[in-house]
């Protein structure tokens, strides 16, 4: 699958060359908590599935399809490979099926190569992988938890539902497209990732608020119709490091155990150390990063109006650049249009037809941010005419940051006009500079 869009114009037209590269210092913001240790992973991996296999459906012999998503957790790999042997040594037989809803040009190869991608393949793994974008109908929704949305459709993988029990590995944080009780995590995977393309489709239909309202829903009617019998829950910490794994029960799916989770991993989530920025230079986007491509909580914007709710505040970010895409998202440049300005380089490694597949698929969001960019020659273009209309006076007051992608906010290079903020800052240490930015070397040391 490949399309891409032919860029003509003399971009080099509308740069600002007279304006030079600006100084900048590398900067470490500190752990809140520290990561797990790969012996810590296995052991955390390893007592939550013993958790879930408290479960009386799960007895010896039972088949267990292994839910794995199209995002780039943290020891995704290790992971996966310790729940399917710990199944297997409780006497079950797992196998893992592809939990992305339209990730990977919604086809069975594709989304079988997001995973492998990932590094998750049968021989990593050391489990089948059954990947088919086929659904069946499960049932609709009724009675006082179906709120407005009774009669709703409901659907379901149909190698999840060949299996005697389902068993659902995800990370849990917050959504970059609304906030709730329950966002990112096993709920969200049960409806939008065994859906499928179509079950995605139709909880996208009512855009972000049904988002908000209706995954919940579906997620209490799987867990009631179908053998799921719950997840293992990763929490990552601001950078993007797995410090925390959870059992989550198929009782405690989209309720208050779910819920209580969501909470404490917002305490974790990542940021930047300033509530006001002018320019911020992401170096890579991808949907491996974020479902937006970029974390909307990172870079402060969401530009979905019919949440009806403010934006989500701090940082306050006036334009951002972001300049290339990751290897593992495929030409999806979904969201895009949550830029301001971005490179060439990005453009004609999009792929538009894979693209829009996931922005129409996402609805009102994807319509709304599947705009495009200024687009620039180069990467030096983009921080230049950034540093031109970012409505500064003098280039010495803008307040600069980069960064290498929103899930890495570890190291950050900044500019002098946030130099004393960020010495002041407790939870941040300056570790050198200053150094003529350049765009070829990582923002971390």
């Known amino acids: 699958m490949s399309s891409s869009i032919t860029i003509s114009l003399p971009l080099d037209i509308y740069t600002y060359p007279e304006i030079p590269l600006p100084e900048v210092w590398t900067i470490e913001q500190l752990a809140s908590k520290a990561a797990l240790t790969p012996d810590e992973v ?14 009386p459906r799960l007895k010896a012999g039972a088949t267990v399809a292994v839910g794995v998503g199209s995002r780039g957790l943290d020891n995704l790999v290790p992971v996966v490979r310790t729940v399917i042997s ?12 592809p939990a992305m809803g339209s990730h990977g040009g919604a086809t069975d190869e594709g989304q079988r190569q997001v995973l492998a991608d990932y590094g998750v393949t049968e021989e990593s793994a050391g489990a089948e992988i059954r990947s088919s974008m086929e659904t069946i109908f499960v049932g609709e929704l009724s009675g006082e938890d179906a709120g407005d949305y009774v009669g709703q459709k409901v659907y379901c993988d ?9 068993l659902l590995i995800n990370r849990i944080k917050p959504h970059t497209d609304f906030k709730g009780d329950i966002e990112s995590g096993i709920a969200k995977m049960c409806v939008i990732g065994l859906g499928k393309r179509f079950g995605a489709e139709c909880v996208h239909q009512y855009g972000v608020n049904g988002l908000r309202d ?21 929490i990552e910490n601001e950078f993007g490091k797995t410090c925390e794994i959870h059992p989550v029960p198929a009782n405690q799916v989209a309720r208050e155990g779910e819920m209580a989770l969501l909470a404490h991993s917002r305490t974790l989530a990542p940021h930047l150390p300033f509530d006001e920025v002018d320019v911020l230079i992401v170096d890579e986007m991808g949907k491996n990063i974020s479902g937006a491509g970029m974390d909307t909580h990172v870079i402060g914007r969401g530009f979905l109006p019919s949440l009806k709710e403010e934006e989500w505040g701090k940082p306050d970010v006036r334009l951002v650049a972001v ?8 030409g999806n440049a979904t969201a895009l249009g949550l830029a301001d300005l971005t490179t060439k380089t990005l453009i004609d490694k999009a792929d538009f037809e894979r693209t829009f597949i996931n922005l129409r ?38 307040r600069f940051v980069r960064i290498k992608n929103t899930a890495d906010v570890q190291y950050l290079e900044i500019s002098a006009a946030l130099l004393e903020e960020a010495r002041q800052n407790s939870h941040v240490r300056v570790m050198e500079g200053a150094r003529t930015l350049d765009l070829n070397r990582a923002p971390n040391p």
């Not at 705009?371 to 006076?393: F, H, N, Q, S, W």
């Open 158 to 166: 149909k190698n999840a539902l060949s299996a005697d029990a389902i």
């Open 214 to 234: 209706l995954v919940p829903r579906i997620a209490r009617f799987l867990t009631s119709k179908l053998p799921i019998v719950g997840g293992v829950a990763l």
């Open 42 to 55: 296995a052991t955390g991996a390893q007592q939550a599935v013993a958790a879930l296999l408290q479960d």
């Open 361 to 398: 698929t996402s609805g009102e969001g994807g319509a709304l941010r599947g705009r495009i960019p200024l687009i620039m020659p180069t990467k030096e273009d983009c921080v230049r005419t950034a540093y031109g209309i970012c409505g500064r006076k003098t280039s010495q007051e803008v």
């Open 323 to 330: 300049l290339d895409l990751t290897t593992e998202t495929h």
């Open 86 to 97: 710990a199944l297997r040594a409780g006497g079950l037989c797992p196998f893992i099926i």
